[in-house]
Structures are given as structure tokens and as C-alpha cells.
């Protein structure tokens, strides 16, 4: 499709597990951003992408928390030994280098239990 | 650091009748760009309207306007003839136009079109 797709749209997990989130930005678009959404709250960045490099990581709660774009496009966000408090929607956008509207995806509900 | 400030939780307007959605914002920055996002329960953000900080003219989207205020670093969307598909979260954002390119948003409003 045309627009960011974000797999998977829904992840259970249990506390102490290891999850991976999956991130397809709209072809061509060079910049990718992850952010973190908890119930009743508005967006909070974790991290941004330019090209396959991390331009500001700033975001990463914590050492648990990484992501990768190995290639300059799909992007995967990993949350090592969970805790019920990652529990929240994982949204990724994409931007083309040049302006400054940034696309999003239908994002990842993740529930820790 | 640059903050963003949404002072209304939850909104109600009629079918039909114009809401105003306030936010306000800090940054010591003269470059960036401002956005207002709806957010329905399918949970994607859709741009709504943006606004360039170096352009003194409002923006406008069909129904859909702004009322920039530079000095007062205040950003409003205003919703005319509102509709029920209207109904979403709506939140307030802003990004620095230099290197530091992280978008940074609002707590959001919550408006709710009544029939």
C-alpha cells in the first residue's frame, strides 16, 4: 500500500518477554519516527531515523528499549524483558527529508500482562 | 525545551456550529512548523492543517482554519459547519525546522460532535 504499515496491529505478551515491532514507511521517505502512546495521552517520541543511522534517540525510556533500520526503510522496534507498564500504542511515522508533515501508521497496540 | 499545551480535555459542539480547539506552545526557536492532528478510534493520526512560523497568514482547510499568533505563541483551530465525523482526538503539534526534527505533541482535546 501507499501509507506506513505497522505489523502487528495487536500484540499480547507477557511480563518478562521480548517483542519486536515492525515499521514499513511509505517508499522513499527517509526520515522514520517512533513514538509511544499511553491511554488518554498524546504521543511521546522515543526515537528518529535518518537514512539507517539514529539522529536522536532521546526518547528510549530505557536500556530495554531499541530500534534498528538496517537498511534505510523498514525500521523494528525491540522492548526486551517487558514490564506492564510498556503497555501503550507504538505509532511510526515517516517524512520525506524535505517538509514537515510526518505520516503516520495505524500503530501497535502492545499489552503486557 | 519546547512544550506544547493543550488546556482543554474534552469538547462538545452541535452539528453544524463552529468549536474553536485552543494550544499554545513554548519554543525559543524562529524556524518550525505547527500542525493540529485528528486522531479517531482507528488510532491513525491524519493531518488536519499545518502552518509554516514564517508565514503571517493563516491557514485553511476547507472547514477547517487557524489562528496563528506568533508573538503569543498561540496556534487555535477553528472548525466551522462541524460534522459528526468530526468527532476524534484532536492534538496540537510542533517541529523545530533545524537538525532536530522530533515532533512534539499536545495532551489533546477530545471533541465530541453532538447530532
Redesign the interface.
Known sequence: GAGVSQTPSNKVTEKGKYVELRCDPISGHT?L?W?RQSL??????LI?F?GTGA??DS?LPNDRFFAVRPEGSVSTLKIQRTERGDSA?Y?C?S?PSNT????????S?LTVL | AQT?TQSQPEMSVQEAETVTLSCTYDTSESNY?L?W?KQPP??????VI?Q?AYKQQNATENRFSVNFQKAAKSFSLKISDSQLGDTAMY?CAF?H?G??????????TLLAVQP
Not at chain 1, 488518554?40 to 517520541?45: A, D, L, N, S
Open positions: 526520515a519516527y513514538y488518554g495521552q498524546g504521543p511521546e517520541f528518529y535518518q539522529a536522536d526518547g500504542v505509532l511515522a517524512r514537515g508533515e510526518l505520516f503516520f501508521g495505524e500503530g497496540r | 506544547v512548523y500542525f492532528y482507528s488510532r491513525q493520526m491524519i493531518l499545518r509554516e492534538f517541529i525546522g537538525a532536530t526534527n522530533k515532533l512534539i505533541f499536545g495532551t489533546g
